[in-house]
T-cell receptor, first 114, second 111 residues
Framework: DADVTQTPRNRITKTGKRIMLECSQT?????MYWYRQDPGLGLRLIYY???????NKGEISDGYSVSRQAQAKFSLSLESAIPNQTALYFC?????????????FGPGTRLTVL | GQNIDQPTEMTATEGAIVQINCTYQ??????LFWYQQHAGEAPTFLSY????GLEEKGRFSSFLSRSKGYSYLLLKELQMKDSASYLC????????????FGTGTLLAVQP
């Protein structure tokens, strides 16, 4: 079974709709991250969380919000989707305190906003 | 600020060796990561260099020079399945473990 899972894997929605992307992990890691990936721009950090009570904005948080419901779950919401939020979204986890410096990525969610 | 530069694309031949370069600028260096990403898939971890020098891991090796702000990933005995994007990333923000990624180098391995 995958350590980091994301749902849905693909989503097509319309401008103005509210969308939630979900991420779950079984690695027991404290730190979780949301990125988006666009062609030619690489991965960019949207939000990150060190534990349930610690949530921080990344480089490009405008238009997004997050919720850390439990250590294992970190959700990303688009309150009112717009076409330039069309991208590939990745969730990731890490735990440097346990020696896992690298980030482990989920399979991604491909979001299209029409 | 932080900045990472990598070539956009490279082409190499099956069985050959290829070197993918990465230059970076960051305050408070805390290591450098290489990831492999096949099209439409998740990035997967390849290597993490903290000290200067070459680290070998099977067909893949990674080199770091902190004084030059430079790293490279060396792929030997190239296989068709090595066709992918290779992402260079450095942590920033002190202990936050946030990563800034380069835009990636798309490697095409030809028969």
């Amino acid at each position: 079974d995958a350590d980091v899972t994301q749902t849905p894997r693909n989503r097509i929605t319309k401008t103005g709709k509210r969308i939630m992307l979900e991420c779950s992990q079984t690695k027991g890691h404290d730190r979780m991250y949301w990125y988006r990936q666009d062609p030619g721009l690489g991965l960019r950090l949207i939000y990150y969380s060190f534990d349930v009570k610690d949530i921080n904005k990344g480089e490009i948080s405008d238009g997004y919000s997050v919720s850390r419901q439990a250590q294992a779950k970190f959700s990303l919401s688009l309150e009112s989707a717009i076409p330039n939020q069309t991208a590939l979204y990745f969730c990731a986890t890490s735990d440097p305190d346990r020696g896992d410096n690298e980030q482990f990525f989920g399979p991604g969610t491909r979001l299209t906003v029409l | 600020g932080q900045n990472i530069d990598q070539p956009t694309e490279m082409t190499a031949t099956e069985g050959a060796i290829v070197q993918i370069n990465c230059t970076y600028q960051t305050s408070g260096f805390n290591g450098l990561f290489w990831y492999q990403q096949h099209a439409g898939e998740a990035p997967t971890f390849l290597s993490y260099n903290v000290l200067d020098g070459l680290e070998e891991k099977g067909r893949f090796s990674s080199f770091l020079s902190r004084s030059k702000g430079y790293s490279y990933l060396l792929l030997k005995e190239l296989q068709m399945k090595d066709s992918a994007s290779y992402l260079c990333a450095v942590p920033y923000g002190g202990a936050t473990n946030k990563l800034i990624f380069g835009t990636g180098t798309l490697l095409a391995v030809q028969p």
